[in-house]
């Protein structure tokens, strides 16, 4: 890909982060501001997938994954805690 791609990735990944930092700061509820923490661990599985490409290193694929795995733990136990629930329900 061209550095113009890579830059325009980038850009439109910024703006996905502003648009989720808005959310999470005006969200009218709790599961709202979930879901924009969540699509932030999204954007910054993107960021580290369109850092692999650009460099050709695929540590940063690992680094994605990894924090992809965490982030869909945490999601799942803000909605346990969201829900009432315990952990081991």
């Given at each position: 890909m061209s550095e113009l791609m890579y830059s325009a990735a980038h850009a439109v990944l910024l703006v996905c982060c502003a648009l989720c930092l808005y959310r999470v700061g005006r969200g009218p509820t709790a599961p709202d501001?979930?879901?924009?923490?969540?699509?932030?661990g999204i954007v910054v599985v993107c960021f580290t997938a369109l850092r692999s490409?650009?460099?050709?290193?695929?540590y940063y694929l690992n680094i994605g994954i990894a924090w992809?795995?965490?982030?869909?733990?945490?999601?799942?136990?803000?909605?346990?805690h969201l829900e009432g629930k315990g952990f081991d329900e």
């Amino acid at each position: 890909m061209s550095e113009l791609m890579y830059s325009a990735a980038h850009a439109v990944l910024l703006v996905c982060c502003a648009l989720c930092l808005y959310r999470v700061g005006r969200g009218p509820t709790a599961p709202d501001r979930a879901m924009a923490i969540d699509i932030l661990g999204i954007v910054v599985v993107c960021f580290t997938a369109l850092r692999s490409l650009a460099t050709g290193r695929d540590y940063y694929l690992n680094i994605g994954i990894a924090w992809a795995v965490l982030s869909f733990i945490g999601t799942i136990a803000l909605a346990k805690h969201l829900e009432g629930k315990g952990f081991d329900e």
